[in-house]
C-alpha cells in the first residue's frame, strides 16, 4: 500500500511539473525572441511541393543571408523537385555574394507521414517511422531556427523541436508562414500549430484569415 502511494506521489509530481514546463515553453514561445543581431543563427527551411516551395524561395529572397547560416532545406523523399528549386536559389546567391557560403548549406530528404491516397490504418506505422526520421534529423541539425509554410512534412520537425525545447535539449524558434492560397481558414499543418501552439510566430498573408485566428499575425501578401 505504501509503495503504490509513493509510486502516486512521484507520477503526480512528474506530472505537474511537465505541465508546468509545457505552460512555461509555451508563454515564453509567444514573447519576441531576444537580440542575436551579432550571431548568425542555423536555420532549418521545410520545403513542400507545389506552391508551397515557391513562397519559400521567395520568403528566403528577402531574409538576412549571413544572419540566418548555416541554411538546411528538408523536403520529403518523394519531393524532388522542392530540393532542385532550393539548389538554383543558392547557387544563384552565391554568384551574387560568394562561393564561400556554398560549405554552409545542406540539402536532405525525410519521409512523409502519409502519402496522398493511403489509408488512415497504415498511415499509421508510416507516422511514427516519419517520427523517428524526424528525430534523427533534428538531433543531428540542432537548429535555431525552424522555417515552415504549410507542408505536413513540417508537423513532426515542429513536434520533435517542441519536445526540445520541453525536455531543455535544443530551443529552436519556429515561425510558420501560412500560404497566401489560404485566405479565410488555416491549412491543416497551420491549424494543428496554432491549436497546439508549437509555433513561436504563425503569419498569415490576408486580414480575414488573422480575424478568424487572432493569435496569428498579419504581414501582407509576400507574394
Not at 134 to 159: E, H, S
Not at 188 to 215: C, H, N, T
Request: aromatic share 10%.
Amino acid at each position: 500500500m505504501m509503495d503504490f502511494t509513493s509510486v502516486s506521489l512521484v507520477f503526480v509530481i512528474a506530472s505537474t511539473l511537465l505541465v508546468v514546463r509545457i505552460l512555461y515553453v509555451i508563454s515564453q514561445s509567444s514573447k519576441p525572441a531576444r537580440n542575436t543581431s551579432q550571431k548568425s543563427l542555423s536555420t532549418l527551411v521545410v520545403l513542400g511541393s507545389g506552391g508551397h516551395t515557391a513562397e519559400m524561395i521567395n520568403l528566403l529572397s528577402v531574409l538576412q543571408k549571413d544572419r540566418f547560416a548555416p541554411r538546411f532545406y528538408i523536403a520529403a523523399a518523394t519531393d524532388n523537385m522542392s530540393l532542385q528549386k532550393a539548389r538554383v536559389f543558392e547557387d544563384a546567391l552565391d554568384d551574387k555574394i560568394s562561393s564561400k557560403g556554398a560549405n554552409s548549406i545542406q540539402y536532405m530528404q525525410i519521409y512523409r507521414s502519409r502519402e496522398v491516397g493511403q489509408s488512415y490504418i497504415t498511415s499509421v506505422g508510416t507516422t511514427l517511422y516519419a517520427l523517428a526520421h524526424a528525430l534523427w534529423l533534428m538531433v543531428k541539425i540542432r537548429p535555431q531556427v525552424i522555417l515552415c509554410n504549410g507542408p505536413g512534412t513540417c508537423i513532426p520537425i515542429c513536434a520533435i523541436a517542441f519536445v526540445f525545447k520541453v525536455l531543455g535539449i535544443r530551443w529552436s524558434h519556429i515561425f510558420y508562414v501560412e500560404s497566401i492560397a489560404r485566405v479565410k481558414r488555416l491549412s491543416l499543418s497551420g491549424l494543428l500549430l496554432y491549436k497546439l501552439r508549437m509555433a513561436d510566430q504563425l503569419f498569415v498573408q490576408w486580414p480575414s484569415l488573422q480575424k478568424q485566428y487572432p493569435r496569428a499575425h498579419y504581414v501582407g501578401r509576400l507574394m
